[in-house]
Structure formats: structure tokens, C-alpha cells
């Protein structure tokens, strides 16, 4: 039997410096210290430990060693993980917790349904291929083009705007070199 079973014990969760929950559990909080007994977790240096407060909010520790003891006597096998204090922080925010959302339409949804639309202009896109083709295609070439252009913007987000976008592919095809830096933004609209 294990004689530390009726010390109070917290679950927590141990987060990644990247971020990652790498592990849940339930140990002992002694100040500078906590003990778990569970041989398979898995911590490192420089880890968080985060419990979670009645208040609803995080107390987190740093690990700054995590010592794994094996089974002796009655003791059965069990970390003492030793720690320093960061601070209390709202659930799931501060210390290594950290959210980074870039690009468009970017979105973080946390415990909840994203109902959200998404609204995209991609006018400058095209604005900048028109500008692009007007400087470099003359002619009658150069008002094909930019009428494909046109059409790729105006179909947009729907089922025509493949056709368009062959369409102009196929017309672009002896000014390549001009439309590949465009490329990219123009599949991603697929």
C-alpha cells in the first residue's frame, strides 16, 4: 500500500516550451516540490507544470528537476519533480500557453463552435496581376489577359472560378515568367 495515498493530491498538466500539453496527472504539491506517483510520466527541464486552481485559474511551475525514484520498500516508484513557482495566470493563458494566429480568416477556437464567415478580398491580387500585365504584354494580348483576370475576380469563391482560372492559365501561358510570383495566391483561391 502506498502511505502517501491519503496526502491530498491535484491533478495537472504538464505543457511542452512549444506549448503542448505533454502529459496529465495527479500529484502532491509541497512548495518547492511535486511528487508523482506515476513511473511513465513524461517531463523535462524546462517544462510547466499547471494545476488548476477552485478559482478556475492556473498555478504554474517550472520543472527544474524532475528525479525519478524507483520502488523501495512500501515506497512505490514515483518522480520528485522540483519546481519554481511562475505565478497564478487565467486557465489556459501566460507562461508557456501561448497562441500565435496569422493569415487570413485565422481563427482560435477554444472549448466552443466556430459559426463564423469567412470574407476574403483578394482584389489587391488581382489589381497587382492587371498592373503587372499592362506593364509588360501590349496590345491586344495584354486586353485578353487582363479581361481573364477579370473573370477569375468575378467568379471567385464560386464554381466558375476553375474554369476561369484554366482559362487564364492557358492565355498566360507565353508570359509565364511575368505570373508565377502569382501563383500561389491564385491556386489557393481553388
Same mark, same amino acid.
Given at each position: 500500500?502506498?502511505?502517501?495515498?491519503?496526502?491530498? %493530491?491535484?491533478?495537472?498538466?504538464?505543457?511542452?516550451?512549444?506549448?503542448?500539453?505533454?502529459? *496529465?496527472?495527479?500529484?502532491?504539491?509541497?512548495?518547492?516540490?511535486?511528487?508523482?506517483? @506515476?513511473?511513465?510520466?513524461? !517531463?523535462?527541464?524546462? &517544462?510547466?507544470?499547471?494545476?488548476?486552481?477552485?478559482?478556475?485559474? @492556473? =498555478?504554474?511551475?517550472? !520543472?527544474? &528537476?524532475?528525479?525519478?525514484?524507483?520502488?523501495?520498500?512500501?515506497?512505490?516508484? %514515483?518522480?520528485?519533480? @522540483?519546481?519554481?513557482? /511562475?505565478?497564478?495566470?487565467? %486557465? #489556459?493563458?501566460? #507562461?508557456?500557453?501561448?497562441?500565435?494566429?496569422?493569415? &487570413? $480568416?485565422?481563427?482560435?477556437?477554444?472549448?466552443? *463552435?466556430?459559426?463564423? /464567415? $469567412?470574407?476574403?478580398? %483578394?482584389?489587391?491580387?488581382?489589381?497587382?496581376?492587371?498592373?503587372?500585365?499592362?506593364?509588360?504584354?501590349?496590345? =491586344?494580348?495584354? *486586353? !485578353?489577359? !487582363?479581361?481573364?483576370?477579370?473573370?477569375?475576380?468575378?467568379?471567385?469563391?464560386?464554381?466558375?472560378?476553375?474554369?476561369?482560372?484554366?482559362?487564364?492559365?492557358?492565355?498566360?501561358? @507565353?508570359?509565364?515568367?511575368?505570373?508565377?510570383?502569382?501563383?500561389?495566391?491564385?491556386?489557393?483561391?481553388?
Amino acid at each position: 500500500m502506498n502511505p502517501f495515498s491519503d496526502m491530498p %493530491h491535484s491533478g495537472f498538466e504538464v505543457v511542452s516550451p512549444e506549448g503542448e500539453v505533454r502529459a *496529465t496527472g495527479r500529484g502532491i504539491f509541497s512548495g518547492k516540490q511535486v511528487t508523482v506517483f @506515476d513511473g511513465s510520466l513524461l !517531463v523535462f527541464p524546462g &517544462d510547466e507544470i499547471r494545476r488548476r486552481l477552485p478559482n478556475g485559474a @492556473d =498555478e504554474v511551475f517550472e !520543472v527544474i &528537476d524532475p528525479k525519478f525514484m524507483e520502488k523501495f520498500h512500501s515506497i512505490p516508484a %514515483h518522480f520528485q519533480i @522540483d519546481v519554481r513557482r /511562475k505565478g497564478s495566470f487565467p %486557465h #489556459g493563458q501566460g #507562461g508557456h500557453m501561448n497562441i500565435t494566429v496569422s493569415g &487570413d $480568416n485565422a481563427r482560435v477556437n477554444i472549448g466552443s *463552435t466556430d459559426n463564423s /464567415k $469567412n470574407t476574403v478580398n %483578394h482584389g489587391a491580387l488581382f489589381s497587382e496581376i492587371v498592373a503587372a500585365i499592362e506593364r509588360s504584354v501590349p496590345g =491586344e494580348r495584354g *486586353t !485578353v489577359l !487582363v479581361e481573364a483576370v477579370r473573370e477569375m475576380e468575378q467568379t471567385q469563391g464560386t464554381a466558375g472560378y476553375a474554369a476561369a482560372y484554366q482559362r487564364f492559365i492557358g492565355l498566360a501561358a @507565353d508570359h509565364m515568367t511575368l505570373i508565377v510570383p502569382f501563383l500561389p495566391a491564385l491556386t489557393a483561391l481553388l
